[in-house]
């Protein structure tokens, strides 16, 4: 019995994994962002994965998902960068979402951890693309960063140097896909509560 339910368990987060992978194929940038920021809504089936097995399944759907964009697509410096960001964001977004919604599983928790996370994420994200994640980006494609970020802002004229791309590029833009994971995540998640046993709140 529990070597089925193991079993069970493994092809659900596989079968979550490659589901998040698909929809990561078409992230696309938005308007007046920084390009190298690709808006998708790949987090859902790793939240939903989360809700059904726990925050590690969540956070393994992650790094399945990143792992199979960067060996099939492949990154633009050749080395994961944005891949490993992504796994990082995604992961601190699920652990804090399960972090509220598991001590008291009601769609109203579900969707304040989402917010909280959404915050800590933002603000963790900010932080690490300032003093690592950008500079790396810069670093291996043989750019100074104030050359990648003058590349990367193109679009976005008011945009001079890092620290401005982090506060008008990144973190606006993990608020509004924060903001948009709650908006698709909250209702597909009323809609499997009752197929996975959770009473109505």
Same mark, same amino acid.
């Given at each position: 019995?529990?070597?089925?339910?193991?079993?069970?368990?493994?092809?659900t987060? #596989? $079968?979550? #994994?490659? =589901?998040? @992978?698909?929809?990561?194929? &078409?992230? @696309?940038?938005?308007? !007046?962002?920084?390009?190298?920021?690709? $808006?998708?809504?790949?987090?859902i089936? #790793?939240?939903?994965?989360?809700?059904?097995?726990?925050?590690?399944?969540?956070?393994?759907?992650? #790094?399945?998902?990143n792992?199979?964009?960067? !060996?099939?697509?492949g /990154?633009?410096?050749? %080395?994961?960068?944005?891949?490993?960001?992504? @796994?990082?964001?995604?992961? =601190? $977004?699920?652990?804090?979402?399960?972090?509220?919604?598991?001590?008291?599983?009601?769609?109203?928790?579900?969707?304040?951890g989402? *917010?909280?996370?959404?915050?800590?994420?933002?603000? !963790?994200?900010?932080? *690490?693309n300032?003093?690592?994640?950008?500079?790396?980006?810069?670093?291996?494609?043989? $750019? /100074? %960063?104030?050359?990648? &970020?003058?590349?990367? /802002?193109?679009?976005?004229?008011?945009?001079?140097?890092?620290?401005?791309?982090?506060?008008?590029? %990144?973190?606006?833009?993990?608020?509004?896909?924060?903001?948009? %994971? =709650? =908006?698709?995540?909250?209702?597909?998640?009323?809609?499997?509560?009752?197929? !996975?046993?959770? *009473?109505?709140?």
């Open positions: 019995m529990m070597k089925n339910t193991s079993l069970r368990k493994n092809i987060v #596989a $079968f979550l #994994a490659a =589901i998040s @992978f698909l929809i990561m194929l &078409v992230q @696309f940038p938005l308007p !007046l962002f920084p390009s190298f920021l690709q $808006f998708d809504l790949s987090d089936p #790793a939240i939903i994965g989360a809700i059904i097995f726990g925050p590690l399944a969540g956070i393994a759907i992650e #790094a399945i998902k792992l199979l964009h960067w !060996l099939i697509i /990154s633009p410096t050749g %080395v994961p960068v944005g891949e490993i960001a992504n @796994f990082i964001a995604g992961a =601190i $977004f699920i652990y804090v979402t399960t972090y509220f919604y598991r001590r008291k599983r009601t769609t109203g928790r579900l969707a304040l989402m *917010a909280v996370g959404t915050i800590i994420m933002t603000v !963790l994200m900010s932080i *690490a300032y003093f690592i994640i950008f500079p790396s980006y810069a670093l291996f494609l043989g $750019f /100074s %960063v104030d050359t990648a &970020v003058k590349l990367a /802002s193109a679009a976005n004229h008011s945009i001079h140097n890092l620290l401005t791309l982090i506060v008008l590029g %990144v973190l606006p833009y993990n608020i509004i896909k924060g903001i948009f %994971v =709650i =908006i698709v995540a909250v209702p597909i998640y009323t809609r499997l509560r009752p197929r !996975l046993g959770i *009473a109505k709140h």
